[in-house]
């Protein structure tokens, strides 16, 4: 395989794990008969942007460096986001409060 066929793979695999973010959101929305975005969603959306942003470079696409990037930021603040909650919801144990005996 040369290697203008390798970053071609490479590229088209953050396309399709990308793609797949939104297979997961459809899924997940139709189960709940809502409109539901999963934790898995921003993964996939993190590691596709991750990949499609490094063959974006290889191409020297400043368009779709920029467009993939930016993307990034978002999906990461996202799961910033849902952690921060998520701690805040989280019930307190004794384990988790080493003041508690």
């Known amino acids: 395989m040369t290697l203008d066929r390798a970053w ?3 590229g088209l695999l953050g396309q399709v794990i990308f793609g797949a973010r939104f297979i997961v959101q459809w ?3 139709e189960r709940k008969r809502e409109s539901h975005i999963p934790l898995v969603f921003w ?3 993190i590691v596709g942007g991750i990949i499609t942003t490094a063959y974006a470079i290889h191409k020297r696409d400043a368009v779709f460096i920029i467009g993939q990037g930016a993307g990034l930021v ?3 603040r996202n799961l910033m ?3 921060r ?3 805040r919801t989280a019930p307190a144990t004794p384990e988790a ?3 508690v005996d």
């Open 81 to 83: 986001l849902i952690y």
């Open 8 to 10: 071609l793979a490479f």
């Open 27 to 29: 899924i997940a929305s």
């Open 43 to 45: 993964y996939l959306s």
């Open 74 to 76: 978002v999906y990461v």
């Open 97 to 99: 409060r080493p003041d």
């Open 85 to 87: 909650a998520q701690r």
